[in-house]
């Protein structure tokens, strides 16, 4: 039995796929750079997680450490404090979990 081979796509699909990506990337990066500054807040994106997929797809961990003051390490042991797994995207996080991070925040 041979490997599974990856879907068969045309090269228009491919760069739509490619282009999707990357706008993806770039609302992510903006969204971290804004939170790192200050110009958005946690419940902020976390309002805007509910209407956006790619703001959803956000993993937490990385949202944390694009706090002011939080960092890797701090990020870390948030989660690990409210019991929240480290690759949870924003999207798989549930109510109880979002008011205790919030709660933690301020």
Do not use: C, H, W
């Amino acid at each position: 039995m041979s490997p599974p081979q990856p879907p068969q796509i045309t090269p228009e699909q491919r760069a739509a796929a490619l282009a999707k990506a990357g706008e993806a990337r770039r609302i992510r990066a903006e969204i971290k750079e804004l939170l790192k500054t200050g110009s958005l807040t946690l419940r902020e994106v976390f309002d805007r997680a509910e209407s956006e997929d790619y703001v959803a797809g956000l993993k937490v961990e990385s949202l944390l450490e694009s706090l002011p003051g939080m960092g890797k390490i701090g990020a870390k042991r948030l989660l690990e404090s409210l019991d929240i797994a480290p690759n949870r995207r924003i999207r798989g996080l549930g109510d109880r979990q979002r008011k205790a991070l919030l709660a933690a925040l301020g």
